[in-house]
């Protein structure tokens, strides 16, 4: 009996330890990718993240999976932050995830050419869509955004903070939030009247699928 309760102990021990150092990985990877980019090797974010290669490839059999566990991260963050919003009052919701969504891009600024074009995680993308486009609804229900604004023009608003923070990166972690502050004030009712047409779903749809071919 004490020989099985050592052996289970030592198989909660593994699993742990085993927990940790993936954590270890996704961190440093997280970290590395955002100083330098997707073209770090995989040996650099071993040594940063404090363990052998060999670990490194026994949680991430390639690189591949290594950024699509990252990205996989930000969309459940991102999920987290449009879930919560949904409770939001008075059509506030929208512009509670449209600052909540910017601020986890500026975190992770490594993955940013990998959001749209990730095949393991669009699903998680089409809900978090869903939400925000939800949001929208209820914005302009209350009379917060302007009833012209349509879904593509959300999706214009996040590729437009993407390249904010990545051509920032390096300067200043905090300049998308003017950039979102400036577009979210014309959104605004009574702003004046837009003098170009919204992109159709098919152009999004069109767009996202480039994305995805890169």
Not at 22 to 35: G, I
Not at 110 to 137: H, P, V
Not at 179 to 196: E, Q, S, Y
Request: proline share 2%.
């Amino acid at each position: 009996m004490k020989s099985d309760v050592r052996v289970r102990g030592s198989e909660r021990a593994l699993r742990r330890d085993a927990a940790e150092n993936r954590q270890r990985l996704l961190d440093a990877a997280a970290t590395v990718f955002s100083e330098r980019g997707l073209d770090v090797g995989v040996d650099e974010i071993a040594r940063v993240a404090g363990v052998g290669i060999g670990t490194l490839y026994r949680r991430f059999p390639t690189k591949d999976a290594l950024v699509s566990e990252l990205v996989r991260q930000v969309y459940d963050d991102f999920l987290a932050v449009a879930n919560e919003a949904l409770s939001a009052p008075d059509g506030e919701g929208l512009e509670q995830v449209l600052y909540g969504t910017g601020a986890i891009l500026a975190s992770n600024r490594g993955c940013l050419s990998r959001m749209w074009n990730d095949d393991e995680t669009t699903l998680l993308r089409d809900e978090y869509r869903r939400i925000l486009f939800e949001l929208l609804a209820r914005a302009k229900q209350h009379g917060r955004i302007r009833e012209d604004a349509v879904d593509a023009d959300l999706d214009l608003i996040f590729w437009s903070v993407r390249g904010v923070v990545a051509t920032t990166r390096g300067v200043t972690d905090i300049g998308w939030r003017r950039t979102m502050a400036i577009m979210i004030a014309g959104l605004r009712p009574g702003a004046d009247t837009l003098d170009a047409s919204p992109m159709s779903a098919q152009h999004v749809a069109q767009i996202i699928d480039n994305m995805s071919a890169r």
